[in-house]
């Protein structure tokens, strides 16, 4: 099956800087690769994602990049916020969605 | 529209009871996904389900867990005699195809 691999698993920045999380994936059949972000006692929430004929997407302040070829796919916050911080799941839909184990984005005021 | 209603939010239960978990998809989804998550974890799946069928159970304990998506109401996971290592945050999702919409969750404790 699919196996997502997520980096790093804790990420501190200062407010306005930019944060970066990187994730592999296994199953080369897999096409759509969704961004989550989890705010405590909250379910994950949608925040951009990217399909397989896609190299990259922008949605304001969030960009996500594809590698199909490497089989990893990134996001990218820039001008980060005190608001950013949570816990961000990449995943990869195969026959399944599978996710990352996540990364913590703490963001410093 | 509403979101994915799960219910309840919190459910304490002692080893040995049962845990019933409820969760309503969003208007329109016919596609049902249960998935656990242990703090400080990712989300594990679990279940996959489409009204009246079981898609993919692959990420269920063979014991005690069982899921059902019946034609009319909600989405049901059950623990039968449940144990400490149950306790988790179980979380639902619907999809109307790709895109998973998730629930708030319920968080189960067993004492």
């Known amino acids: 099956g699919e196996n997502v691999e997520q980096h790093p698993s804790t990420l501190s920045v200062q407010e306005g800087d930019s944060a970066v999380i990187k994730c592999t994936y296994s199953d080369s059949a897999s096409n759509y690769f969704p961004w989550y972000k989890q705010e405590l006692g909250k379910g994950p929430q949608l925040i951009i994602d990217i399909r397989s004929n896609v190299g990259e997407k922008k949605d304001q302040r969030i960009a996500v990049t594809l590698n199909k070829t490497a089989k990893h796919f990134s996001l990218h916050i820039t001008e980060t916020q005190p608001e950013d911080s949570a816990v961000y799941f990449c995943a990869a839909l195969g026959h399944k969605l599978s996710f990352g184990a996540g990364t913590t984005v703490t963001v410093r005021a | 529209n509403a979101g994915v209603m799960q219910n309840p939010r919190h459910l304490v239960r002692r080893r040995g009871q049962e845990a019933r978990l409820r969760c309503s998809p969003m208007?329109?989804?016919?596609?049902v996904y249960w998935y656990r998550q242990l703090p400080e974890e990712g989300l594990k799946f679990m279940v996959y389900?489409?009204?009246?069928?079981?898609?993919?159970e692959s990420g269920m304990p063979k014991e005690r867990f069982s899921a059902e998506f019946p034609k009319e109401g909600p989405s049901i996971l059950r623990i039968q005699q449940v144990v400490r290592g149950d306790s988790a945050a179980y979380f639902c999702a619907s999809s109307p195809d790709e895109e998973l919409f998730f629930g708030s969750g319920t968080q189960l404790s067993v004492l």
């Open positions: 389900l489409q009204k009246e069928n079981i898609i993919d």
């Open positions: 208007k329109g989804h016919s596609h």
